[in-house]
């Protein structure tokens, strides 16, 4: 659809920025529900950062998503920053309002909406998890299942340093488990969720044998390229949920969309097959 004058933009800031499938993602959103408005790609360079966002908030966007690599710096341009984006020490989110800028990171929602939606709305606070990764993603992840009320995250990384200081930063119910020892971690579980980038196309496989694992555990794997990776097929053959990672990409859009746009949108089939499309 044609835009007015008055039509309302966001848009995402990232160095790079083509690979980001956000704008897809609200494009679909916005023809969907007629709205007057546009959702823009924007390469910002680091040294360029703070002029970009002054300039884009000065112009009357309505606010930005934030990617790779500013998620962090992002944080010091904001005038509010929620106390979720505080503890993941990252903003992904960025709401123009009243010449303010409103930061909050909405990653943990995603993550957790995708598992509601993917399990049912099973309760998983009951037992211990168990995370694979200890980057941006995994902070996010371990945020959101410590806010859901689990017992205890198992934090499990390649590099125990990383590891060591997420654990630190995030209190004692965040327990680390050596790289060496993570198929020993999987009894008991109710959760397993991989943040690592192994089993995604072009890296190497996540070398994980199931054995251990309870058949009513939850399987999550954040990979979505491809959609159905190696720990998700494991899982199903021993009759775990798993949950894909793309639902998480759909679901942390939906609270930008609708404080920019005005319209609390949906996650269906149809936007998955859409935004897969561009996979």
Sequence with gaps: MSLSGKALLAGVIGWPIGHSRSPRLHGFWLESYGIDGAYLPLAVAPEKLEVAVRGLQAS?????NVTIPHKEAVMALCDRVDERARRIGAVNTMVFENGEIHGSNSDAFGFLENLKAGTGG?????APALLLGAGGAARAVAVALLDAGLPEVLLCNRSAERAERL???LGPRVRLVPWAERAEALAGLGLLVNSTSLGMNGQPPLDLPLKR???EAVVSDLVYTPLETGLLTAARAKGCVAVDGLGMLLHQ???GFQAWFGKAPAVTPALREFVLKDA
């Design 167 to 169: 654990a630190a930063d």
């Design 213 to 215: 694992l309870p058949a």
């Design 253 to 255: 859009a939906r609270p």
């Design 60 to 64: 009357g966007f309505r606010g930005l």
């Design 122 to 126: 099973r309760d998983l606070s009951t």
